[in-house]
Structures are given as structure tokens and as C-alpha cells.
């Protein structure tokens, strides 16, 4: 995984196109395409739901302002960072929480694939508690023999009948005219 994050790590503008399912009490489906551009602003369209389809989303990390743009009507929405102060703190408690020492991990090839399962080496203690437990599976597509391209991630509870799906699409640089074509949707008031 580390790999593959540092494979992107020199690009200042990069595409996601992204589908979650979460299939917990009743499946939902979000999808989304995401820009990142110039390591300042974070761009997202939905296709999924259809209630968000067609309204663009922005981020502007420097300057904290979130942006809506509903056809052609631009909102925005200061000091956003104490709304979203939480969510560098989740990344952070969870990062260390997925730290691949607190995993037993297993490597599985399924034909063009390669399937790594992480499972928490605490499993069996917290099976006799009767606790459930989080497990990772991450797929990559193998085309060449060391090449590996991320496509989904699993996030299964202890008994698999409850789990998030992360199906990756697309993840590719961007382009310096995709990026500005991006950010004049987006911000052509600027």
C-alpha cells in the first residue's frame, strides 16, 4: 500500500473516480469523481446519489472556504475547518490503528490478482469476548509481473455480512489544462 501512495506522491494535480457501497443495514451507493489539484483544492462531483448529481463541491485547504456551484450559483462557506477539524483527527486515530504490526497479513493470488487480508492479530482473544472485529482486504490488479494497481478496498466486520466496498476506478494525473478546466467550473468568480 505504501507503494503504491508514494507511486502519486510527486503529482500537485490528480483525478479519483471512486464508487462506496456500504452494504451495513440496506446497500447505498455513493459515487464520485475527485480533483486535486495544485495541493490546495479538492474538487468532487457525485453521480451517486442522483439528489447531489450535478452540483459541483470545493475545498480550498489554504484558505478554508468550502464552495457549492448549483447550476452556475456559487456558495461560500467560511471557516470550514471547525466543521471538518475532526477529520484529520479520525485519519490520525485511525492510521495508527491500521498499522500493518497490529495485523496478521495474508497474500492470496486469484488468477490477474493479488488479494491482501488483514486481519487483526487480537481476533481470537476478541472472538471469545464475543467482540467484533474489523478486517481489511485490500485487491490489486496485476497486468505485469510488478505491477500492481489498486482497485478496491474491503472493510468487513468480524462476520462479513457487514462490510463498506471502496471500488477505485480510476486514479491518474491530471493534466494542467483538465486542472483548469476543473477550477473554472468551479471558481469562475475568482
Known amino acids: 500500500m505504501e507503494g503504491l501512495l508514494e507511486s502519486y506522491l510527486g503529482y500537485k494535480k490528480l483525478k479519483f473516480d471512486i464508487n462506496i457501497q456500504f452494504q451495513i ?27 447531489f448529481k450535478d452540483i ?3 475545498y480550498d485547504l489554504f484558505e478554508a472556504v468550502f464552495y457549492t456551484n448549483v447550476r452556475e450559483e456559487i456558495d461560500e462557506y467560511d471557516q470550514i475547518t471547525i466543521r ?23 497474500v492470496i493470488e486469484e488468477g490477474i ?12 482473544f476478541l472472538k471469545l ?15 505485469f509481473e510488478n505491477i500492481k494497481i489498486l ?16 471500488d477505485i476506478k480510476e486514479i491518474r494525473p491530471l ?15 475568482s
Do not use: G, W
Request: hydrophobic content about 35%.
Open 25 to 51: 443495514t440496506e446497500s447505498k451507493e455513493i459515487s464520485t469523481k475527485l480533483s486535486y489539484i495544485d495541493n490546495r483544492y479538492i474538487i468532487f462531483t457525485f453521480e451517486k446519489p442522483s439528489l
Open 56 to 58: 459541483y463541491y470545493c
Open 84 to 106: 471538518t477539524a475532526t477529520i484529520p483527527d479520525l485519519l490520525l486515530s485511525f492510521l495508527p490503528f491500521f498499522n500493518p504490526e497490529n495485523f496478521d497479513v495474508m
Open 113 to 124: 490478482y493479488e488479494i491482501q487480508k488483514y486481519l487483526p492479530k487480537t481476533r481470537n
Open 129 to 143: 469476548l464475543n467482540i467484533d472485529f474489523t478486517k481489511f482486504n485490500i485487491y490489486y490488479f496485476k497486468p
Open 151 to 166: 482497485e478496491k478496498l474491503e472493510i468487513l466486520n468480524s462476520q462479513e455480512n457487514k462490510k463498506i466496498i471502496i
Open 175 to 189: 493534466s494542467d489544462e483538465e486542472a483548469d478546466d476543473e477550477l473554472n467550473k468551479m471558481l469562475k468568480f
